[in-house]
């Protein structure tokens, strides 16, 4: 079945880096486009970027210069890397299969001193 499981939040000071990663199965995923999104508290999902099949990435404004998606199409693993964090980075970040409705669980990423 299609699964889609994202890891490596955590918390990081201001200014700070981190790596998510979302490993990917049930799919041909070198043909699936992949998009991350975010939570923060109280707050509805928003789109942060997504990647096409191709490579070809794409950011909202509010991050584009600081994170950059990626992916490995031989280990199924599409990644987020986040530079120069800020508090209002504070958020759940998800993993998506686009167009399909498959989401990962979520992993939550803390900016804060």
């Known amino acids: 079945q299609v699964r889609v499981v994202e890891s490596g939040g955590g918390l990081v000071q201001p200014g700070g880096s981190l790596r998510l990663s979302c490993t990917a199965s049930g799919f041909t995923f070198s043909a699936a486009a992949m998009g991350w999104y975010r939570q923060p508290p109280g707050k509805q999902r928003e789109l942060v970027g997504t990647?096409?099949?191709?490579?070809?990435?794409v950011y909202v404004r509010s991050v584009k210069g600081r994170f950059t998606i990626s992916r490995d199409n031989a280990k199924n693993i599409v990644s987020l890397q986040m530079n120069s964090l800020k508090p209002e980075d504070t958020a759940v970040y998800y993993c998506?299969?686009?167009?399909?409705?498959?989401w990962g669980q979520g992993t939550q990423v803390t900016v804060s001193s």
């Open positions: 998506t299969y686009i167009g399909t409705g498959y």
């Open positions: 990647i096409s099949s191709s490579g070809m990435p």
